[in-house]
């Protein structure tokens, strides 16, 4: 069962995803709330597997109440989806540097938002509907320059180098053996060698890393 957490200040978004998930065989919304510092408590308390969370709420945002929960080592497994009004939201970018797994805009189909619970609780990056590769560009070209603590790019292997930027491209694991003549597996395996290296919380980081260290660049089209 899927654990869900929703925090949002809107009380009508509340009620309308806790009726849709609460209707799914395999997930429970554990608790909904109004804004980051009620997020946070309630996560802590409840460890849910995924927290639905509003950027934009009274007293502590949801970008600060991501970088909390994802800095809490008691709440590794879980998973922040950032909801946006607007596919260009200023804070998506930072939200995911932050550690949010990724981000949905709150017009979504519902079996949208259904397909994007399970993919995140998958470990997988939820970096479209309605927001896509642009979206990253964008923001990368906005972005403050590389932080001091970003990883090194020589603890990566040429072929993983190669991996990572696929993946800062948008593409899937499926993709990324085509592209490089593998099997899926093996280019999972790279992926997930990667992340380990590099400590990223999950594929949304190693995204985010693929711009910032430049093996991508923006509006660079393989």
Not at 9 to 29: C, E, I, K, N, Y
Not at 194 to 222: H, N, T
Request: proline share 5%; hydrophobic share 45%; net charge negative.
């Amino acid at each position: 069962m899927i654990r869900i957490l929703i925090a949002d200040d809107q009380a009508l978004v509340r009620a309308g995803f806790s009726v849709l998930l609460d209707a799914q065989p395999d997930m429970t919304v554990v608790a909904d709330v109004a804004d980051g510092q009620e997020a946070l408590r309630v996560a802590r308390r409840e460890r849910p597997d995924v927290v639905l969370m509003d950027i934009r709420m009274p007293g502590m945002d949801g970008l600060q109440a991501t970088q909390r929960i994802t800095a809490d080592e008691s709440l590794a497994d879980t998973k922040v989806v950032i909801l946006t009004t607007f596919d260009l939201d200023e804070y998506v970018f930072e939200a995911i540097r932050a550690g949010a797994a990724g981000f949905l805009v709150k017009d979504t189909d519902p079996d949208e938002l259904l397909r994007a619970v399970r993919t995140v609780v998958e470990g997988g990056a939820l970096l479209s509907p309605g927001v896509t590769r642009r979206l990253i560009e964008e923001f990368s070209l906005r972005a403050r320059r590389p932080p001091d603590d970003l990883p090194a790019l020589d603890l990566l292997t040429d072929r993983e180098k190669e991996v990572v930027a696929l993946v800062g491209q948008g593409l899937s694991n499926d993709e990324i053996a085509e592209r490089l003549y593998m099997s899926p597996a093996t280019a999972k395996t790279h992926v997930s060698r990667s992340m380990i290296k590099l400590g990223m919380r999950d594929r949304a980081q190693l995204v985010v890393f693929a711009y910032e260290s430049g093996l991508v660049r923006p509006g660079w089209q393989a």
